[in-house]
């Protein structure tokens, strides 16, 4: 573990102290180590220094809309490779959302929440990645009896956030 100090002004240290008391950290200590790994995401993001990710896409839509649920179950299909999982709530009598997890290629990852944002219908749409580690084109296994390993019982994919 690496220490350094930092000096902040009476202003700004009251106001990070509320922060961080509002978000429920124990210390200063990890609040900045909870925003250092945001900066460091976000500016590997935009470098795009972050060949792979994981990622939440979330959206909403009217389920009345003309055939969209099916369009866009048709598509998470179509990209299962990208498609962890997805959660499905009914939000009133014609709107519901999703949340979509991801995890692949950054670039495949954005181009896939694009077309899925930019269906007709689908609104309030947002995507969050994470930049990870993922080791999608390695065959993994752990040897737990849940996962025996043979043709019935497919091999798993890790990911790990980068920081």
């Known amino acids: 573990m690496e220490r350094f100090t930092i ?17 429920g950290y ?24 972050a060949p792979d990710c994981i990622a939440a896409l979330s959206y909403i839509y009217n389920h009345h809309e003309r055939d969209l649920a099916e369009r866009l179950t048709a598509a998470q ?4 490779d990208l498609t962890v999982s997805t959660l499905h709530a009914h939000l009133d009598h014609e709107n519901c959302m999703e949340a979509v997890i991801l995890r692949g290629p ?12 930019a269906e007709r219908g689908v ?5 969050n990645l994470i930049p990870a580690d993922v080791n999608a084109g390695k065959r ?4 737990h009896p849940h996962h025996p390993g043979g043709p019935d019982h497919p091999y798993h994919v890790h990911s790990r956030p980068k920081s």
Do not use: P, W, Y
């Open 77 to 80: 299909h179509e990209h299962h």
């Open 26 to 49: 124990v210390n200063r200590s990890e609040a900045v180590r909870d925003i250092l790994r945001e900066k460091l995401e976000a500016n590997r993001l935009a470098r795009e220094q």
């Open 123 to 127: 609104r309030h749409g947002v995507l």
């Open 106 to 117: 950054t670039a495949a990852v954005r181009a896939f929440a694009d077309s899925m944002m």
């Open 140 to 143: 993994h296994h752990h040897g």
């Open 7 to 23: 000096s902040l002004d009476e202003k700004l240290a009251k106001e990070f102290d509320e922060l961080i008391r509002a978000r």
